[in-house]
């Protein structure tokens, strides 16, 4: 069974870039039949997808990130990784990895647990 | 403010049945498969039903979904206390490169 677990470091201070990882288990990570990616949730806000990774390499960004954002895939450890650049009181969410199909009418499944990221001095 | 419009909140009672409405538009649910989640406190989101009204093995036949032009729905039949969750739909979006777009999430509570 696929599993992915989130790893940050809870606290980031504004102006910083936020460095998070994803460890995954019990399945492949080169499959074109899926991409990756990062999903998030602000305090009291609804989810949003804000970085994409597909098995070739290439990557797109939720426009909403204005360019702050690079995720990446180890594909030897397994290992999702997203940085976010110059982070303000905006970016405070929970940051979940996940796995969707690579169709239109694919899903997100699995997710990760979520971690927790706080922007703040 | 997400791009699909879910009601913030939903309620009934053990063994009622609650619908769950989710509102889009032609280049998101008018065009393109809906897939609900739920959210169980303390736990990460699991597909709940997807391609519109597809149950993943596991989901329990009390759950069923719909679409309709720019809309889809949700509903939970036979309501158990298990079912207070978070729930949220999701579809791609032709109008931003087939990003996956979320609802804002209705947060159902038995009472």
């Known amino acids: 069974q696929l599993q992915l677990q989130e790893s940050g470091p809870g606290q980031v201070e504004p102006s910083e870039t936020l460095s998070l990882t994803c460890s995954v288990s019990?399945?492949?990570?080169?499959?074109?039949?899926?991409?990756w990616g990062w999903i998030r949730q602000p305090p009291g806000k609804g989810l949003e997808w804000i970085a994409i990774?597909?098995?070739?390499?290439?990557?797109y960004y939720n426009p909403s990130l204005t360019s702050r954002g690079t995720i990446s895939v180890d594909t030897s450890k397994k290992v999702l990784s997203l940085n976010l650049r110059s982070v303000t009181a905006a970016d405070t969410a929970v940051y979940y990895c996940?796995?969707?199909?690579?169709?239109?009418?694919?899903?997100?499944?699995?997710w990760g647990q979520g971690t927790l990221v706080t922007v703040s001095s | 403010q997400s791009v699909l419009t879910q009601p913030p909140s939903a309620s009934g009672t053990p063994g009622q049945r609650v619908t769950i409405s989710c509102s889009g538009s032609?280049?998101?649910?008018?065009?393109?498969?809906v897939n609900w989640y739920q959210r169980l406190p303390e736990t990460a989101p699991k597909v709940l039903i997807y391609?519109?009204?597809q149950r993943p093995s596991g989901v329990p036949d009390r759950f069923s979904g719909s679409k309709s032009g720019t809309s889809a729905s949700l509903a939970i039949s036979g309501l158990q206390s298990e079912d207070e969750a978070d729930y949220y739909c999701?579809?791609?979006?032709?109008?931003?490169?087939?990003?996956?777009?979320f609802g804002g999430g209705t947060k159902l509570t038995v009472l």
């Open positions: 032609s280049s998101n649910i008018g065009s393109n498969a």
């Open positions: 990774i597909y098995c070739d390499g290439s990557t």
């Open positions: 019990g399945g492949s990570i080169s499959s074109c039949t899926y991409y």
């Open positions: 996940a796995r969707r199909g690579a169709y239109s009418d694919s899903w997100v499944d699995p």
């Open positions: 391609r519109n009204n």
């Open positions: 999701a579809v791609c979006d032709d109008s931003l490169n087939g990003l996956v777009v």
